[in-house]
């Protein structure tokens, strides 16, 4: 497969599957661009085969895709999204280490549908999502002087934010659909929040106090993320602090959803996320290098 075609697949995906995310990336130079929707079609193909594959089949499914992910190019020829996620990983070099994590991160949802404390939840947050920051970061690069190992601490922060957003958007989701609860159950025993009351979408008082305490968590880490994109190569700034500022968004339209996270997906229209941007731009303005941790 030639790829350029390879490279639209991986347009269509993040086009399909995540408005938010293919918004974001919008404000990207080309090159950039393309990189990181072909990271993102990797990071979605590997979700759904873990989502879509047979109870029984899912581990040997996830095995063959790990196979053929650190395989030879030969091995991706009928798979565009494999395709044009090599050619980014080599181009960029992108250490394999990442998307092993990432596997890594999917294979939990074969193996456990629960989390007892956050730091539990917090290493599968990183798995699935603090890992693509890490990845985002070989592509766009650091701005000059500033060492990539001092940028992680805040790609991590950003990418369990954003984990925990979807979390939170998806709790009906998760459990109606896949019997999962991701919010840690020393939290929903903290706020009198039964496993029960979740599956079976019961919104009362206690789990509105148990999701304001989450977002509030989740607010906490944005902003402890947000100084980290002051690391980043000017030309990426931008774009990430439109992807932080949207899906951080998607809080504030769960409170304005009256947290009935059972019934209304929450999400911000094309209109609102166009309203954000002037503030991002100013905001990102005003980001100066932050000294290394």
Avoid at 4 to 15: F, L, P, V
Avoid at 64 to 79: E, F, K, L, Q
Avoid at 197 to 212: E, F, T, V, W, Y
Avoid at 228 to 250: Q, T
């Amino acid at each position: 497969m030639d790829l350029e075609t390879a490279y639209q697949h991986a347009e269509d995906a993040t086009r399909h599957y995540s408005k938010s995310f293919y918004f974001a990336t919008s404000w990207l130079p080309k090159a950039e661009r393309r990189a990181v929707r072909a990271l993102y079609g990797f990071c979605r193909a590997t979700d759904n085969l873990v989502d879509d594959a047979p109870p029984l089949d899912g581990q040997t499914t996830l095995d063959n895709w790990r196979a053929r992910v650190n395989g030879s190019p030969d091995g991706h020829a009928d798979d565009p999204l494999l395709t044009a996620w090599a050619d980014t990983r080599d181009r960029y070099k992108v250490p394999q280490s990442y998307a092993d994590e990432l596997i890594e991160g999917c294979e939990m949802d074969l193996t456990r549908d629960r989390y007892q404390t956050f730091p539990e939840l917090e290493r599968y947050c990183y798995c699935v999502a603090s890992t693509v920051g890490l990845m985002v970061m070989h592509i766009f690069g650091t701005t000059t002087g500033v060492n990539y190992e001092d940028a992680k601490p805040y790609a991590i922060k950003l990418g369990v934010a954003l984990q925990l957003t979807n979390i939170l958007r998806d709790v009906g989701e998760d459990a109606h659909q896949r019997g999962r609860i991701y919010l840690p159950l020393e939290d929903l025993e903290c706020f009198s929040v039964s496993e029960e009351d979740i599956l079976h979408g019961q919104l009362n008082g206690d789990m509105i106090r148990l999701l304001q305490f989450e977002i509030e968590r989740a607010h906490h880490l944005y902003e402890e993320a947000w100084p980290g994109i002051g690391f980043l190569a000017e030309k990426a700034r931008f774009s990430v602090a439109v992807a932080s500022d949207v899906y951080r968004g998607i809080l504030g339209k769960i409170i304005a959803n009256q947290y009935d996270v059972f019934n209304k997906r929450a999400f911000l229209t094309k209109s609102e996320k166009l309203r954000r941007i002037p503030g991002i731009w100013v905001r990102t303005q005003r980001l100066a290098t932050p000294e290394s941790p």
